[in-house]
């Protein structure tokens, strides 16, 4: 299922599994993160699964990349078992302090924020990924007309709790990072929760999630 | 029991509590952190007779200023570094990969480093410190480690347990060398630059800017002509992945760096060359030399070997 297998420096894999952004691409990589994940491989030390790559970073005092390459293709992955998948909702304020873009979004899209809002509100979206900064799901995909490219200059503080777009993506930022994405409203949801070191993220890879538009009342409630 | 401490005078411009750093997390967003130079970590620790994997307080450029409240403890810097201990009437400027002895009011001031960005202070004891996924090392990014996830402040004290009584002195003989050329491996998207590109990358000089941190390290130099596309479908990150971002001017990534990316990798500086390019200071000159796999797994064996010798003869 891995198209092709090659070094990323001395100390890790790059395993490829093609060149799109699909649910069933992105399916099969959490299938082998998920799997070598379970046969807790010492040496490994890192997997950093993404929409159609897969990264298996390695300790070079016990593993090099052939002894690691030779592994990763023995490896039985399991196709049967359902992917774990949880549903979360998400909710999110488009109050005018919280949806920064909105203005750029509607000039872009030439659609209203109310369309905008018709056609990201209530859909499910599934999570290809988290990461960049720690729990930040990238989610997927947008419809055609919600489409937009980043900001032409990254603002240098995303607020945190912002949910931006970009391209047919979603995501949430979990922390105050610089960031170029159309953001469009803020969540008083906690999404990376460092205390709980189980399980610190609300939203995992093959998640799917739904958005929630929320009053400022309710926002502010739920920040108490 | 909580009587043996520092009084931070003066905190210095980056400095935080780190050690080996934390695993198997890259998939939730959490880079390894650690000590940025991983040789002069272990050793600062073995030179107060710790394991070498004890928490230390990292500084870059300017240190802290320390002041010391309990019974006679041990303390060694590694790196290259100025720094100077104040008793109650003198003052004797310190030596790096050296032990000295601390006593109670004894000031320790870490002035700056010497053409280097980090250093380590390590103390025969244990810092009172937090661990998140087993380890204390501070990521400012996430809040994660020791101290809250922040750097170390003005103001605050430093708790130490587990005071180690034997106290000998001990002494390493080390330079630490500058390195003409970082030596890498061709990244995953090399043939993403021009044929111009590729010769500029490996044959010209970069400058090192001063927009360089724990998360990442900017060049500035001739620009590196992308003719494929600036972009790539984001994907995982590694310490030591140099990114080319469509301004042309490459980012190599740090030990603290974002765990997801979307800038063409040009190439991969080798394991066995990091310790020493987080070391170079904004303003060098860099140059990049190309080297293959197998040569890379072999620099680094050697590279750790002479490691592992160096703290053996401590």
Redesign the interface.
Known sequence: MIKNISNLGDAALYCDFGSEVNKEINSKVIRYFKSIQKENIDGINNLTPSYNKLIISFDLRKKNFQTVKKLIENLNITNDDELETNRIKIPVCCDENFSLDIKRLEEKLQITRDKIYEKFFGKEFFCYMTGFIAGMPFLGDLENELQAKRLETPRVKVPKGSVGLTEQFANVYTFESPGGWNIIGNTPQVIFDSTNENNPNLINPGDVVTFEQITKDQYYNKNE | MNKNYFEIKRAGINTTFQDQGR????????P?SGAMDNRNFQISNKLVGNEVNFPIIEFAYQGPLLKYFGENINFAITGDVKFIIKKKDNAIEGNCYQSFTLENGDELDIISTNKSVYGYLAVSGEFDVNY??SSCSVNT????GANN?KKIEDGQKIYILNINKNLSDKKLNYINTKIENIRV?Q??NFDYFSDEGKKIFFEKEFVISKLSDRMGMRLEGSKIENIVDTNI??????K??IQVPADGNPIIMLSDH????GYP?IG????ADYDKLVQLTPGSKIKFKKVE?AD??TL?KLY?LETQNLISQI
Request: no cysteine; glycine share 18%; net charge negative.
């Open positions: 695993d198997n997390l890259y998939h939730i967003g959490i390894f998140q996924w990014k996430a809040n994660i996830g491996i990244g995953t479908k984001s994907e995982g990150l590694l030591g992945v974002g765990t997801i990316g990798k991969v500086v080798i394991s796999l890379a797994e680094f750790d």
